[in-house]
């Protein structure tokens, strides 16, 4: 057991500033009161999901939505918070400037410009000491004809070509790609096969980051990620859950299986090592639910995922699967599936000092009631921003 105990001590789960605020959904963001008003107090509210997890010490930045004048100085008090700063994830898909795409339009001075903001960013990774830089486009086209396929993939290539060089030694570029939207026809980053192909030609600090809300429905996501492992590739998750399309619910809320399935491959590539380099993020929004509870319950999920996959018993499994027996091999890895590993993660949690209920600690604590008295005035910080 301490080996499994040992990992799940290890493991960090990224948070997303984003789900703290009022943020983006397709239909219409539900303000709730007591949201943060600026990054700092979406840093706060991080580090009270890490203060009853023990297991979320660093909170992702999304540029712009998170600009403030002095980067360090938000470092700073993330530390005091005790939680540091993680991912900048870059925004090329606001601006009305790039309607036909960013990195990609066929305007090379809207092109030029989005180059400019994702080099921001990395300055600004330089100041938070962030090793990554998250970038997802919302580039493509809607009817057939609108722009040259071929010719986008050369302009994002290059585009990308850039802000690679750019980096620093100890700084990575993670490459996220979407089956569709907000592009329906051709998207120009749509699946695992064209971010691989593009971070394989940047270097071994281009890697791919799996959001796993973006694929089509029915799509073996584990299958992807045993494959990007063996690559060495696969740079970082997005978790959330996803019903329909991009539905950026709770991880684990839609299908806790698929979620056991894919920590079991990443286990069984290696990346649940205590030096592993896969950033393992949350990318949610929580519309309806309570923002930081929400975080909180995902956590969690995330922790039981991981628990049942590293009790699977890989020796009999692999006993089973080497003599060709079909249904012992399947029952070997429902047998961890299906095995109840809260009382084992409630112990994990006593034993670092932290209450065993997460959830029930943070409602006694009365942070919630105070947030929504402090934070009164000013403008809520979120999607649009
Ligand atoms: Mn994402």
Redesign the pocket.
């Known amino acids: 057991m301490s080996r499994v105990t040992d990992v799940l001590n290890s493991q960090h789960i990224e948070l997303p500033s984003w789900a703290f605020a009022n943020s983006g959904t397709r239909f219409k963001v539900f303000p709730q009161a007591g949201v943060p008003r600026d990054p700092y107090e979406k840093v706060a509210d991080a580090a009270q999901v890490h203060k009853y997890t023990g297991v979320a010490p660093t909170v992702a930045l999304h540029i712009p939505w998170d600009k403030t004048d002095d980067y360090a100085d938000l470092a700073r008090y993330a530390k005091d918070q005790g939680v540091a700063l993680g991912t900048i994830n870059s925004n090329v898909f606001q601006d009305n400037d790039y309607m036909l795409g960013s990195v990609t339009n066929p305007d090379q001075q809207i092109r030029r410009k989005a180059t400019e903001h994702l080099l921001e960013c990395v300055d600004i990774m330089d100041q938070t000491g962030s090793r990554d830089l ?1 970038l ?1 486009f919302s580039d493509g086209i809607n009817y057939p004809g609108q722009d040259d396929i071929r010719e986008r993939q050369d302009r994002l290539a290059e585009a990308l070509k850039t802000v690679y060089e750019r980096l620093g030694d100890h700084q990575r570029m993670l490459l ?1 790609y ?1 089956l569709f939207e907000p592009a329906f026809y051709a998207t120009d980053v749509p699946d695992w096969g064209t971010a691989y192909a593009h971070t394989l030609a940047l270097g071994e600090r281009a890697v791919v ?1 799996v ?1 796993t ?2 694929h089509a429905p029915g799509t073996n996501i584990e299958m992807i990620v045993a494959v990007l492992l063996r690559a060495g590739k696969l740079g970082a998750f ?1 978790f ?1 859950s996803r019903f329909y399309a991009d539905d950026d619910l709770m991880v684990g809320a839609a299908d806790p299986f698929q979620l056991f399935r894919i920590l079991f491959e990443v286990l069984r590539g290696g990346g649940l090592e205590a030096d592993t380099e896969i950033a393992f993020m949350l ?1 949610q929004c929580h519309n309806i639910e309570p923002k930081i509870p929400g975080q909180i319950r995902s956590v969690m999920n995330v922790q039981e995922a991981t628990a049942k996959a590293l009790l699977v018993d890989r020796d009999a499994l692999a006993a089973a699967q080497k003599a060709g027996d079909v249904l012992g091999a399947n029952a070997v890895f429902m047998d961890a599936y299906n095995t109840d590993v809260r009382p084992l993660l409630a112990d994990l949690r006593a034993d670092k000092g932290l209450d065993p209920d997460p959830m029930a600690a943070y409602q006694r604590s009365g942070y919630a009631e105070q947030i929504v008295k402090d934070r009164v005035g000013g403008t809520q910080a979120g999607w649009g921003a």
Do not use: A, L, V, Y
């Open positions: 998250k997802w996220e979407k980051c959001d809300g973006h997005d959330n990318d």
